[in-house]
């Protein structure tokens, strides 16, 4: 990442809590009651997903009724989506992996983004450019915990988000690692919770997640 979140305490992404919701919405007026709850929940970096038509405008609305949320956009994959995003109001971007224009349009965007890794080059090349935190995808396919574990001895330079596959019985264990500052899942906001609107369940789920920490009680 290459800038501040601006107006938050927190410098890095990788430290607002935890986890970070990964969302997928197909109505944007879900969009608000949901971040609220998230909110309410402890979890207030909240990644908007451009799976559905419906992402653009869930993220402007979460962006402008619910400032205590710090809203990104993740499955970003091309240039023009950093820039639509950006002016969308994403405080924060995060793509599955990355190419040389992606990333010189993240890095260009102003707001801190997580590009996408799965293997030690793309670890190095990423460390090469100056970018030291990363989005592990898909996590438990390419490699889990034992894989982020072997990159800590030699990379330690390197923090990573690892999203994909991962639930609250695993997640504590990506959090024990040293090099994970956090973790992305969808648990919290099981699609049949989103579907009848019920924001209590979606709350409580994320307390929960929000209390996650490692098996040494170290937290994230």
Do not use: H
């Amino acid at each position: 990442m290459t800038s501040p979140l601006p107006s938050f305490p927190a410098a890095s992404v990788l430290d607002l809590a935890p986890v970070v919701p990964v969302v997928v919405l197909t109505d944007a007026a879900d969009a608000v009651p949901l971040a609220r709850a998230l909110v309410a929940g402890g979890l207030p970096a909240i990644e908007v997903t451009l799976r559905t038509p419906a992402a653009p405008a869930a993220i402007r609305a979460i962006a402008a009724e619910v400032p205590e949320a710090v809203v990104g956009a993740g499955t970003v994959i091309t240039p023009e989506q950093v820039d639509a995003c950006t002016a969308d109001g994403a405080r924060f971007l995060v793509s599955p992996g990355w190419t040389e224009a992606l990333l010189a349009a993240m890095r260009g965007s102003g707001v801190p983004f997580l590009p996408g890794v799965s293997t030690t080059s793309e670890v190095v090349a990423l460390l090469e450019r100056g970018v030291r935190e990363m989005k592990f995808f898909p996590a438990q396919a390419a490699g889990g915990t034992a894989y982020l574990s072997s990159l800590a001895g030699p990379l330690p330079q390197a923090r990573f988000c690892p999203t994909g596959g991962i639930g609250p019985k695993t997640a504590p264990e990506y959090l024990a690692l040293p090099n994970v500052g956090c973790v992305g899942g969808s648990w919290m906001v099981p699609a049949e919770a989103v579907a009848a609107r019920d924001w209590g369940r979606i709350e409580e789920l994320a307390r929960t997640a929000a209390g996650l920490r490692s098996p040494g009680g170290s937290g994230a």
